[in-house]
C-alpha cells in the first residue's frame, strides 16, 4: 500500500515538474506578449470601433426602411382616425406604416465618409502593428538583459569559488608558516568582496526574470526561465552602414509612416465632407401605410317600410316610405384593405443661413488637415533621428566591444601572469588582487559590450523590416 502511494504521488507530479521546468524561448516570449499585453488589446478595441464605423458609412450608402405600428383607444368626444367625423363612443384604433427615404445628393459626403472611415480603419491597423512593433521590442530587450545578466551572475559564480579556492590555499600556507597574517587577511576580504558581487549578480539577474515576467503579464517567475541562446556577435562592416539606405527601408516597413499617411488622407476627406455641407441636400422618399377602427361600418341591405301619415280630403290614406339602411362591422382586415395609402416624393434642401456652422466645420477641418500633415512630417523627422541614432549606437557599441576584447585579452594575460607569480610568493597580494579585479571588470565589460551590441543590431534590423529572431 505505501509502495502504490508513492508511485501514485510521483505519477500526479510528472505534469507538475513539466509545467515547472518549462523553457521560454524568444518567440514564444514575443507570441505570448503579443496575445496578453494591455496596450495591445485596447488597440485590437480601438481597431474594432473604427471597423464598426466603417461598416456604418457602408450602410448609410443604402436606403433606409422603417416600420411603425401604434394602438390607440379613445374615450368621449373625439375624430374617429379613420372616417375624420366626431364621435362620442369608445373607438380603439390601429395604425401601421412602412417608410423609406434615400439621399441622392449631398455633395459626396456620404461617399466621402465612406472613404474615411476605411482610411481611418487602416491607420488604426497601422497604429495596431506600431504597437506590437514595441511590445516584441521590449521583449527582445528584457530578454537580452535577463541573458546578460545570467551570464554576469555565472561570470560571479566562478569569481567567488576561485577566491574561495586562494582563500583556503592561503589558510593552510598560515598555519604553516608560509604566508603571513596580512595576506590571508587581503584574500579574506578579496573573498567577501566577491561573495557580496555574486549576490548582487543573483538581484539582477532576479530583477531581469521579474521584469520579463511583467512584460509578458506572467502572475508568478515561479518555474518561468528563458532557453539560454549561445551566439556569437554577429559580424557588421561599420563602414558599410547607409543611414539613407536604411531610413528608405524603414519608410516602407514602419507601421507608424503609414498611419500616418492615412490620417492625412482622412483629414483630407474630413474637408470634402464638411465642404458638401454647403450643397443642396436631394432625397427621396416613400411610404405606406393603413389604419383599422372599431367603430368601421360598412352598408349590407336596405329595409322599406310604409307609414300613414294622414287622409286626403276624400278620406284617402296616405302613406310615407321609410328606407332603413342596415350596416355591420368591417372586419380587420377588409379595413386594412380599404384604409391602405401610398406616397412617393422629393424633398429639396438648400442652406442659406446656419449661423456660420458649415463655415467653422470647414475651418476646422482646414486646421486638421494641416495637423495631420504636421505630424506626418514630424514622425518622418523622428523615423530619421530614430534611423541615425541606431546607426551611430552600432558604431559606438561596435568599437566599445573591440575595445573591450583587446583590454580583456591583455588582462587576462596579465592576470595569469600574476597569478603564478603569486602562487611562487614573487608579488605581494595587494599587487595580485589589483590585477584580478581588473580582468574580473574586463570581463563584466566584455560580457556588457557584447550583448549591446547585439541588441544595437537588432535595432537596426528592426528599421530593416527584419524579424527579430537570433
Not at 349 to 361: D, E, Q, Y
Not at 388 to 393: E, H, I, M
Request: one cysteine or more; aromatic letters at 10%; charged letters at 20%.
Amino acid at each position: 500500500m505505501q509502495k502504490f502511494s508513492r508511485l501514485l504521488f510521483g505519477l500526479l507530479l510528472i505534469p507538475c515538474l513539466t509545467h515547472a521546468q518549462k523553457v521560454w524561448t524568444l518567440q514564444e516570449c514575443i507570441e505570448h506578449a503579443l496575445k496578453n499585453n494591455i496596450q495591445i488589446k485596447q488597440a485590437e478595441l480601438t481597431k474594432e470601433l473604427t471597423e464598426v464605423s466603417k461598416n456604418e458609412a457602408v450602410a448609410g450608402m443604402f436606403p433606409t426602411l422603417n416600420a411603425g405600428a401604434n394602438h390607440n383607444y379613445y374615450f368621449g368626444r373625439s375624430v374617429d382616425p379613420t372616417t375624420y367625423q366626431f364621435t362620442t363612443s369608445q373607438i380603439r384604433s390601429n395604425n401601421f406604416s412602412l417608410t423609406s427615404s434615400l439621399v441622392l445628393f449631398e455633395g459626396f459626403q456620404l461617399q466621402n465618409s465612406l472613404k474615411q472611415s476605411n482610411l481611418n480603419y487602416l491607420s488604426s491597423k497601422y497604429d495596431l502593428q506600431k504597437i506590437q512593433n514595441d511590445i516584441s521590442l521590449n521583449v527582445v530587450t528584457f530578454y537580452l538583459q535577463v541573458l546578460y545578466n545570467k551570464d554576469l551572475l555565472k561570470q560571479a559564480q566562478e569569481q567567488t569559488e576561485a577566491s574561495k579556492v586562494q582563500r583556503d590555499r592561503m589558510v593552510e600556507m598560515e598555519k604553516l608558516g608560509a604566508a603571513s597574517r596580512g595576506n590571508l587577511l587581503d584574500l579574506e576580504a578579496q573573498y567577501a568582496s566577491d561573495e557580496l558581487r555574486l549576490v548582487n549578480a543573483q538581484s539582477q539577474y532576479d530583477q531581469a526574470i521579474l521584469s520579463l515576467a511583467q512584460l509578458l503579464e506572467l502572475e508568478t517567475t515561479t518555474g518561468f526561465s528563458i532557453d539560454t541562446v549561445s551566439f556569437a556577435v554577429p559580424a557588421i562592416d561599420v563602414s558599410a552602414i547607409n543611414v539613407s539606405t536604411i531610413y528608405d527601408a524603414a519608410l516602407k516597413t514602419q507601421p507608424e509612416i503609414k498611419s500616418s499617411e492615412y490620417k492625412v488622407e482622412s483629414a483630407k476627406k474630413g474637408l470634402s465632407i464638411a465642404r458638401g455641407g454647403m450643397s443642396p441636400r436631394l432625397s427621396l422618399s416613400g411610404s405606406i401605410s393603413t389604419a383599422y377602427s372599431s367603430s368601421g361600418r360598412r352598408f349590407t341591405s336596405l329595409a322599406y317600410d310604409t307609414t300613414l301619415i294622414g287622409f286626403t280630403q276624400s278620406l284617402e290614406a296616405v302613406y310615407t316610405l321609410d328606407v332603413i339602411p342596415s350596416y355591420e362591422k368591417t372586419p380587420f382586415r377588409d379595413q386594412l384593405d380599404e384604409n391602405l395609402s401610398k406616397s412617393i416624393g422629393f424633398s429639396l434642401v438648400i442652406p442659406l443661413f446656419n449661423g456660420w456652422a458649415t463655415r467653422s466645420a470647414i475651418q476646422r477641418s482646414k486646421i486638421s488637415f494641416h495637423q495631420a500633415q504636421l505630424n506626418h512630417e514630424s514622425v518622418r523627422k523622428t523615423l530619421y533621428k530614430s534611423v541615425q541614432q541606431a546607426v551611430s549606437d552600432v558604431v559606438t557599441a561596435s568599437n566599445r566591444l573591440a575595445a573591450a576584447q583587446k583590454s580583456e585579452e591583455a588582462l587576462s594575460e596579465s592576470y595569469q601572469f600574476n597569478l603564478q607569480k603569486f602562487d611562487l610568493g614573487m608579488i605581494n597580494t595587494y599587487d595580485f588582487l589589483l590585477s584580478k579585479n581588473n580582468y574580473t571588470k574586463a570581463e563584466a565589460d566584455l560580457l556588457q559590450a557584447k550583448y549591446d551590441l547585439i541588441f544595437k543590431i537588432k535595432v537596426l534590423d528592426f528599421y530593416q523590416g527584419k524579424p527579430l529572431t537570433f
